[in-house]
């Protein structure tokens, strides 16, 4: 039970505190950052894709967003691939005027992608939620590391805001977008998003439909010699989840579709990873997907050791208070602990989901992100 104890809670600290903690400290001992690719003399062409189911309330205002975006327009493509759509947003997508706009049997957000790419014939694929609005100059900052020929995958910045425009990504996403820029510098990262990212046409992957490509992306590159990094300079907006309850159904959906790649689809098999990226796959991903489980084991172990000593008394009361934070919620100090039980409870859920009736390919627009 002791060491039940300890080596649960030990790797809950060390992936959520200690892995940012090894990471600073390995940059630090790396020195200065390794200079900047040069920049390519013309920038590449590039195919600007958003997948779209039932996003007629949000499109035209995506397409003018694109349009406006200070890149070269003779050198950029604007594609909406409608995933059989139910509403107008075909019909407003090409009054907006995106350049092509394909009407497409309903199959879900990869399948709708892997078309939009077969139809390009750009150097450069990039992709964007239909709801997710750049900031003029992201388009630019994001194609710029592929001036290194090493480079096969490029994520922004994602900001989640209220309905007032008010930055609400809280500190857990601020953290995460910390960890992915020291990963970035050390190797490649090991996650993405779907609000901002691209790929050169010719690493694009067709990957199973139940698989997003945030999480399937980068590690796939890395096993085929290429880099995924992070372009921090560029930002998108996506209008957050209203309430940590419809967050829990958000990450509780996205789980679903993370836990094949993590138990079927090659995350785990560290054929083709570098050591120091091996490393960051176990840490960042294999244990923060396992941490609901340690907790369980941490928390049980913790019962049974009552009466062993004041530490176990400590740590089982500092369980407790975590979790009656996360009950309380609503008052401001506890909405950390809040968030934080929610977004550990849906990754089991998500594995309740996927292996209790698996994961459809579709998808929906999150409720009140529109």
Not at 83 to 100: H, K, M, Y
Not at 201 to 216: A, C, T
Not at 240 to 252: C, D, L, T, Y
């Amino acid at each position: 039970m002791k060491l039940a104890f300890w080596l649960s809670a030990g790797l809950l600290v060390y992936t959520q505190a200690g892995y940012g903690v090894l990471l600073a400290a390995l940059a630090r001992l790396r020195g200065r950052a390794p200079a900047e690719p040069p920049r390519a003399a013309e920038p590449p062409t590039v195919s600007l894709i958003v997948p779209a189911y039932a996003e007629e309330a949000v499109i035209a205002d995506k397409v003018a967003n694109a349009r406006a975006l200070e890149y070269p327009r003779e050198q950029l493509e604007i594609v909406v691939a409608c995933d059989g759509s139910p509403d107008a947003t075909p019909q407003r997508a090409r009054e907006a005027g995106a350049d092509v706009v394909l009407e497409l049997p309903h199959g879900g957000k990869i399948r709708a992608q892997d078309a939009a790419v077969r139809r390009s014939r750009s150097d450069i694929v990039a992709f964007s939620d239909a709801n997710a609005i750049w900031e003029r100059d992201a388009l630019a900052r994001l194609v710029e590391p592929f001036a290194d020929p090493a480079v096969g995958y490029v994520c922004g910045q994602v900001q989640f805001v209220n309905d007032a425009g008010t930055n609400q990504e809280g500190l857990y996403w601020r953290y995460e977008m910390w960890l992915r820029s020291l990963e970035s510098g050390l190797a490649s990262v090991t996650g993405g998003n779907g609000a901002i990212y691209a790929t050169r046409r010719e690493d694009y992957l067709v990957v199973d439909p139940v698989m997003g490509h945030d999480l399937s992306f980068p590690f796939n590159m890395v096993k085929r010699g290429r880099r995924a990094v992070y372009a921090q300079g560029a930002r998108a907006t996506e209008k957050m989840v209203p309430s940590i309850e419809g967050e829990f159904a958000r990450k509780r959906r996205m789980m679903s579709h993370a836990w094949p790649i993590v138990l079927r689809g090659g995350l785990l098999s560290p054929s083709g990873y570098p050591p120091l990226y091996a490393l960051m796959i176990a840490s960042h991903r294999a244990l923060r997907y396992a941490s609901p489980f340690l907790h369980l084991v941490a928390f049980a172990a913790n019962a049974a050791l009552l009466g062993e000593g004041w530490a176990y008394a400590a740590a089982f009361a500092l369980q407790c208070a975590l979790l009656l934070a996360a009950l309380v919620g609503g008052i401001r100090p506890f909405l950390v602990a809040r968030y934080y039980v929610s977004t550990t409870a849906s990754i089991a859920c998500g594995l309740w989901d996927w292996a209790r009736h698996g994961t459809p390919a579709g998808w929906a627009p999150a409720e009140g992100t529109r």
